[in-house]
């Protein structure tokens, strides 16, 4: 079974461009997540899908973050304009359902964002 | 609301010597208790988790993890450590009441393996 999918795996941008990264979920997947990774911390949930609908988007700095997950399958993350501090690793996870707070969470390997 | 401490930023061990993660939580509620990994350049992925029944729960790898409700505590066991084990440990909480399945990180252990 292939797992979850990021692209890119790095990208180099300066302070007040707009970047986008894109998350393919393992197949069959109805929820889809995305944490925010600073260095030295653990990822931070920045939004969860329950197929396309938001369940949880309380952590996302909406003034400059986006997020969609259109048709329920693959989802693209927006940060326009990029700050300084916005420079961490996004992951991208996913799991079956979302029955109860017991589930494996399956992560992408990552794209490291650098804003300059 | 839940949190999770974890006490050792870095933890540098010899090959084949034992290993323990410490991991404290904080939450008013019952929780569910994770351990993921991270190797270099890769994302996580899931050591074991405890939801329910024995104390001790079994992982990938060789690992293990007890559950302690009086202390909250999770801590992570190897008895034997491999070079193959370098990468970065995180414990991680989540509210079984809650229906959107949020799972809180703490901010990780790097296990560093010496020859």
């Known amino acids: 079974e292939a797992g979850v999918a990021q692209s890119p795996r790095y990208k180099i941008i300066e302070k007040r461009q707009s970047v986008a990264f894109w998350c393919n979920p393992i197949?069959?997947?109805?929820?889809l997540y995305w944490y925010q990774q600073i260095l030295g911390q653990g990822p931070k949930l920045l939004i969860q899908?329950?197929?396309?609908?938001?369940?949880?988007d309380s952590q996302l700095p909406k003034d400059r973050f986006s997020a969609e997950r259109l048709k329920g399958v693959d989802s693209t993350l927006k940060i326009q304009p990029a700050k300084l501090e916005d420079s961490a690793v996004y992951l991208c996870a996913s799991s079956p359902t979302r029955t109860s707070g017991g589930e494996t969470q399956y992560f992408g390997p990552g794209t490291r964002l650098l804003v300059l | 609301a839940q949190s999770v401490t974890q006490l050792d930023s870095q933890v540098p061990v010899f090959e084949e010597a034992p290993v323990e993660l410490r991991c404290n939580y904080s939450s008013s509620v019952s929780v569910y208790l994770f351990w993921y990994v991270q190797y270099p350049n890769q994302g996580l992925q899931l050591l074991l988790k405890?939801?329910?029944?024995?104390?001790l729960v079994k992982g990938i790898n060789g690992f293990e993890a007890e559950f302690n409700k009086s202390q909250t505590s999770f801590h992570l066991r190897k008895p034997s450590v491999h070079i193959s084990d370098t990468a970065e440990y995180f414990c991680a909480v989540s509210d079984q009441y809650s229906s959107a399945s949020k799972i809180i990180f703490g901010s990780g252990t790097r296990l560093s393996i010496r020859p």
């Open positions: 197949s069959g997947h109805a929820t």
């Open positions: 899908f329950q197929n396309n609908g938001v369940v949880d």
């Open positions: 405890y939801l329910s029944g024995s104390t």
